[in-house]
């Protein structure tokens, strides 16, 4: 069974800065991209940062220079710094992983439970 569990969530005012982490846990054997969606009321899914093996990224236009993705490997773990936070960033923030549980299996999408982020004064 792997696990994937997000925290950090919280009510902020706009301006300000949360940190999420969400943590892989269980029988996995390598991890491919780690990345955070988000969901806002009424709209559908979407991608907000994602982050390879290597530490290449990939941001939304609407966060890039505001939002900080990274990872640390040896602790199965990625981050979402979030800075200057707009009411429009509100929303569940979903964390997402493509691992594979041994050398003998394809990697697939695992889901975290989602945490909730909200922005308003």
């Known amino acids: 069974q792997v696990q994937l569990v997000e925290s950090g969530g919280g009510l902020v005012q706009p301006g300000g800065s949360l940190r999420l982490s969400c943590a892989a846990s269980?029988?996995?054997?390598?991890?491919?991209?780690m990345g955070w969606y988000r969901q806002a009321p009424g709209k559908q899914r979407e991608l907000v940062a994602a982050?390879?093996?290597?530490?290449?990224?990939n941001y939304a236009d609407s966060v890039k220079g505001r939002f900080t993705i990274s990872r640390d490997n040896a602790k199965n773990t990625v981050y979402l710094q979030m800075n200057s936070l707009e009411s429009e960033d509100t929303g569940v923030y979903y964390c997402?992983?493509?691992?594979?549980?041994?050398?003998?299996?394809?990697?697939?999408?695992?889901w975290g439970q989602g945490t909730q982020v909200f922005v308003s004064s």
């Open positions: 269980g029988r996995i054997f390598s991890i491919n991209a």
């Open positions: 982050i390879t093996s290597g530490d290449s990224t």
């Open positions: 997402n992983a493509e691992l594979s549980r041994s050398a003998y299996t394809l990697p697939r999408n695992y």
